[in-house]
């Protein structure tokens, strides 16, 4: 875009380029997370889904809003209302995103519950039906009231309101029932039932297996009566609320484990953000709630539906796998069993890389678990941000440490919904005899490493394991993550450093290979663009490529649009999040960005540069990394970027999960100049990334078959 600016001596006229105003730069980052949830939405209406899966991604939008709101919007919301004058990159003061999340997200609830009557008709002709109270049998009722003295009856508390009984409590995320009540003298009263989290919201029926009720509709049939016998219900209503669940960390804090279980405390008691009530909730009813719960309107929300979609999970089983994803194996590396399952000494031999959940996350626990039981390992280093209620990997540093090894456990309480159980763990590990350390006041230490030291007769030889996702059994097999073991020397001084940095709070100013946040993933990406601009002023071919969870810091975008302005060819994928606005004149027609929404959460972040020989190509720049590009991670947090020399393993990232994702057009999705999103069409043979790395080996993964071969042979087979 271009104005024509006079000179004021009328001598000549100039042509300059008027920067675009933000809102042309800029996708707001709410609204961009807001349209991922729309993606994630779309796929429980996609028919090429097993119908149980379609019901999983609509618990998923459902639960993924219910985060959203408890932090991001609780955010929004405490910055308008301290009249905080900040404004998002796209220039939207934190009262105008508010109108807009809340229209937007609005539409999304709306979409939510059509979504949901449709797939209760395909559920139906499958024979897996939810009746409401009114279609029950006799039998079931029996039944029912039965269930209910026997278990349900110890765990509800009926709550009569009135000036001996004061309204109660509501926790985040419970549903509670509120009634009208007529006792037998006339008068009336209004009461509540609230349903404890650990009780189950969809209870199977006896006889035909694919028979459930809601809880509520347990509560209408027969429990009401239980609960409040000799009155008469003369209205109800379901509702839920959602709390405000940020932490807010004093810097100052003497001890961070206690400063955190005062603040989960508190988030417990958080302020109401959001308050969904059942459609057919009496006016009468829904003010009294929003009234003794000091609930602003705004936050009021009807749905004409079901209240917490993201219950409908528990629909979800095993008994009906024709209804579920075809079962999928994870391939264990043939790599380590070409050693007899030594991970040490397949390491040794030469890098690894491991694509989970195609390839097993079990070679990440076993080489925990080899390192505890090793008895010429001295030290274990490990950094843990979430991992799984009985994790083996905790289990393995606890062994060892009791078995007299030197264990350092980074454990980092700020990982969001996590802190409690990341407090249990590092008790155990203290317990154990582990060092545990909690990292910084004001960073939380993001990046996934593993550093192994093991005496190798006069040699003391170090092992280190880097992932992009988290050490967690349990999301590995849903997420796409890379893990890379290396006994690469540099690399294991530079993770020693790292380690130290977290423990002693010394920057290491002499790393050699990597880069870290706060101080040096940002500085090298950019100086990696702006080398990519070099060459392409100089006529070289320039490339970039990279795969990302989010993309919404304005320096990394800025550096990306003068890329491509000086002709740098960018191709993006995105999964989440993403500010940067690609194909505009000018600014970014260069770039493209797309999105793969599917079977598994894209998770793994991947940069490419072509380093003046374009991509792929043997000689370009490949790096993982735990870190997305959003100022938290390249400012807040302690974060890994790696570079990958290897050329096995720089062959698999680059030419085949980097090109297997950038061809997959089954899965994914295209993001628009004007911040929309179109899905793509796929051609006459639909190409999957997901359905390709479950039916094809990764190049490591084939082990000793491909000794020999050119590592990049491969390429040209992708989607063939």
């Known amino acids: ?121 395909r559920l139906r002709a499958e024979g897996i039906s939810i009746p409401d109270h009114d279609s029950l049998t006799s039998n079931e009722r029996a039944w029912l009231r039965q269930l209910l003295v026997d278990r349900l009856l110890p765990v509800l508390t009926p709550i009569a309101i009135d000036p001996a009984h004061p309204f109660p409590f509501i926790p985040n995320r419970a549903l509670a029932m509120v009634v009208e009540l007529r006792r037998d003298d006339g008068s009336q009263i209004n009461a509540l039932v609230l349903v404890p989290e650990r009780v189950e919201r969809l209870i199977r029926l006896p006889g035909e297996r694919g028979r459930f009720v809601l809880i509520e509709d347990v509560l209408l049939a027969v429990g009401l009566s239980e609960l409040f016998p000799g009155m008469t219900p003369l209205g109800y209503g379901v509702f839920r609320a959602l709390r405000d669940s940020d932490i807010e960390i004093e810097e100052k804090a003497q001890d961070l484990v206690a400063m955190f279980e005062s603040a989960l405390k508190r988030r417990r008691r958080g302020q109401i953000i959001r308050l969904t009530f059942s459609g057919g909730t009496p006016d009468r009813l829904r003010d009294f709630v929003v009234g003794e719960t000091g609930t602003q309107l705004q936050d009021v929300v009807v749905v004409d539906g079901m209240v917490a979609l993201s219950d409908v999970r528990q629909l979800i089983t095993p008994e009906r ?28 031999a030469k890098d690894i890389v491991v694509h989970h959940p195609y390839e097993s996350f079990d070679v990440v626990v076993q080489f925990i678990r080899q390192a505890a039981d090793d008895p010429n390992v001295i030290a274990i280093k490990q950094t ?86 988290n050490y967690h059994p349990v999301t590995a097999k849903i997420y796409t993550d890379l893990s890379y073991f290396t006994a690469d020397p540099t690399l294991c001084r530079d993770a020693a450093r790292v380690f130290n940095f977290i423990t002693g709070y010394a920057y290491p100013a002499n790393l050699e290979k990597l880069s870290i946040s706060p101080y040096g993933i940002r500085t090298r990406l950019l100086e990696l663009i702006e080398a990519e601009i070099a060459h392409a002023e100089a006529g070289r071919p320039a490339t970039i490529w990279a795969k990302l969870n989010a993309l919404v810091d304005v320096g990394m975008i800025d550096a990306l649009y003068r890329a491509s302005q000086a002709g740098v060819s960018i191709s993006l994928i995105i999964r989440g999040m993403c500010s940067l606005r690609p194909g505009v004149a000018g600014l970014s027609e260069n770039i493209t960005v797309k999105s793969i929404i599917g079977r598994f959460l894209e998770h793994a972040r991947i940069v490419c540069f072509g380093a003046g020989h374009g991509l792929p190509s043997p000689e370009a720049s490949v790096f993982i990394s735990s870190a997305d590009w959003m100022p938290r991670n390249l400012d807040g947090r302690v974060e890994a970027l790696v570079p990958i020399d290897n050329p096995t393993v720089h062959q698999q990232i680059l030419d085949q999960i980097i090109e297997a994702n950038l061809h997959d057009d089954a899965q994914s999705w295209s993001l628009q100049a004007n911040g929309s999103w179109r899905r793509l069409i796929p051609g006459e043979k639909p190409k999957s990334a997901h359905i390709y790395f479950m039916t094809n080996p990764s190049l490591s993964g084939r082990g000793s078959a491909l000794h020999g071969h050119g590592v990049h042979n491969h390429r040209l087979r992708i989607f063939d």
């Open 384 to 469: 843990l941000y979430r991992t799984s209620e009985d994790s083996p990997i905790i289990s393995a540093l606890v062994d060892a440490a009791e078995s007299g090894k030197s264990v350092t456990a980074l454990v980092e309480l700020k990982a969001r919904f996590d802190e409690e159980r990341n407090i249990r763990w590092a008790r155990r590990l203290e317990q154990a005899g582990a060092q545990v350390i909690f990292g910084f006041v004001d960073l939380k230490t993001h990046a996934k490493i593993s550093l192994v030291a093991r005496r190798e007769g006069e040699v003391l030889r170090s092992y280190v394991h880097f992932g992009t996702g």
């Open 1 to 121: 875009m271009a104005q024509l600016a006079i000179d004021r001596t009328g001598d000549q006229a100039i042509s300059e380029a008027a920067p675009l105003p933000p809102a042309q730069r800029y996708i707001n980052r709410e609204l961009s997370w807001l349209a991922f949830n729309e993606r994630v939405l779309e796929e429980a209406s996609n028919p090429g889904h097993p119908l149980l899966e379609r019901v999983r991604f609509l618990s998923i939008s459902d639960s993924n809003l219910d985060e959203f709101y408890m932090v991001r919007v609780a955010g929004l919301k405490e910055l308008a209302a301290s009249h905080v004058s900040v404004k998002s990159e796209d220039g939207l003061t934190p009262e105008r995103q508010l109108t807009a999340i809340a229209e937007a997200a609005g539409h999304l609830v709306d979409r939510q519950q059509r979504c949901w009557a449709d797939l209760q008709k």
């Open 321 to 348: 796998p024709d209804l579920l994803f075809p079962p999928f194996t994870a391939r264990f590396p043939e790599r380590i069993k070409d050693y007899g399952g030594d991970c040490f000494a397949a390491i040794r």
